[in-house]
């Protein structure tokens, strides 16, 4: 593979977390990042051996040597981010959502659609489990029949407490929604990814369980305890919980619920698929092990070993059978499969999930925010 050179806009939590997932990638050079608090930028990319530190997000671009972009920033930005990202004719890698409204999704499929020479993907990179790879294998083989029920939920506590504060929890950063787009949108591409099936119908009900919270004179990273000494209170815009019922393009029924709210649950993310046959559940919190569900026989497991793994599964795991891989294995493996189709010449059909994979989600989550508002099914355009 040829060895491409490799930018980060943003580098909070997430923007953390692509470096070290770019540094395990043999066939990718980490060369520059930008963030818009140049002494963190500074400090990372000394930390990290990362040789250019830019001062602006036009510079960055304009730099010939760079190949691909990460896009970290929050999701206010990443439309306009993202458009710039490729009509300077960078591949895109952006963090999920890919942006605030379907419009915006809409136009930058537009903007893609002018650069065929580039890739883009969306980082849902739960797909990049090999279990969940072996999931969708096996269903597509027939084992469980078909398709009948998608259920589960993802379950977080990051924002029990009223002093637990985050800017996904503002319209004028994060767009309409927290939960269902930051969380919520994991769920539904993991599902509509294994089993091929499209969400084309909700009915929802959102809520913003703390309305009120203590917000912090100074930003605290995500998924951090600190309480604030010195805050105000603010009035909450967007969601902490929902709950969806769906239909699919095939005839499925399914249901799910997010939320930050649910003490102990760091990231819970589980989906059980029923078929006509057998069933299918899996949990991010035991990613080694795939539930298998029957009715005249025993329930088993499918533990995690690269001996026997589909193919395609098996593309994703690189430790022996008893070694457990994680979140971080899979979120690698999503940069390895976008790598992996830039050096292959852009051929076939990708595993990760695409620009329209993303704005699909997008209209899910204004469909499901509109269908709470005005107590209806409302049908996905």
Request: include cysteine.
């Amino acid at each position: 593979m040829k060895k491409l050179n490799v930018a980060i806009i943003g580098l909070g939590y997430i923007g953390e977390s692509h470096i070290e997932a770019v540094h395990r990638l043999g066939f990718c050079n980490l060369y520059g990042v930008f963030d818009a608090n140049m002494e963190t930028a500074k400090a990372k990319a000394e930390y990290y051996g990362i040789p250019k530190c830019y001062n602006s997000i036009d510079e960055l671009l304009a730099d010939p040597n760079v190949d691909a972009v990460h896009n970290c920033t929050p999701t206010m930005l990443h439309h306009k981010i993202n458009c710039q990202i490729l009509e300077a004719g960078k591949h895109l890698f952006s963090e999920k959502p890919l942006c605030t409204t379907k419009a915006e999704a809409e136009e930058l499929i537009q903007v893609k659609a002018k650069h065929p020479e580039l890739a883009a993907a969306v980082n849902f990179n739960y797909r990049m489990n090999p279990l969940v790879g072996e999931m969708k294998a096996r269903i597509e083989a027939g084992e469980i029949g078909d398709v009948r029920i998608m259920q589960g939920s993802y379950l977080q506590d990051w924002l029990l407490y009223d002093t637990d504060y985050s800017w996904r929890l503002e319209k004028a950063v994060s767009g309409d929604s927290c939960a269902i787009a930051d969380i919520g949108s994991h769920w539904m591409d993991a599902v509509q990814y294994v089993t091929g099936h499209k969400i084309v119908k909700v009915l929802a009900d959102v809520e913003t369980v703390i309305p009120v919270r203590k917000k912090p004179t100074k930003a605290n990273l995500t998924f951090t305890s600190v309480v604030p000494t010195d805050f105000e209170e603010v009035q909450v815009e967007n969601e902490d919980y929902a709950a969806v019922l769906f239909k699919t393009d095939k005839g499925a029924r399914g249901v799910f619920c997010v939320s930050e709210l649910c003490a102990g649950h760091g990231c819970y993310l589980n989906f059980e698929i029923d078929g006509s046959k057998a069933a299918f559940m899996w949990n991010q919190e035991e990613n080694d092990r795939l539930w298998v569900g029957s009715r005249n026989g025993d329930n088993s497991l499918i533990i995690r070993n690269p001996n026997s793994l589909s193919p395609s599964a098996k593309e994703f795991t690189s430790l022996a059978k008893g070694h457990p891989e994680g979140w971080n294995d899979a979120f690698k493996g999503n940069m390895w499969a976008f790598y992996k189709f830039i050096d292959g010449g852009l051929q076939g059909t990708p595993c990760f999930a695409t620009l329209e994979d993303a704005a699909h989600l997008v209209a899910l989550t204004e469909a499901i925010l509109l269908s709470s508002k005005e107590e209806r099914w409302v049908e996905v355009k």
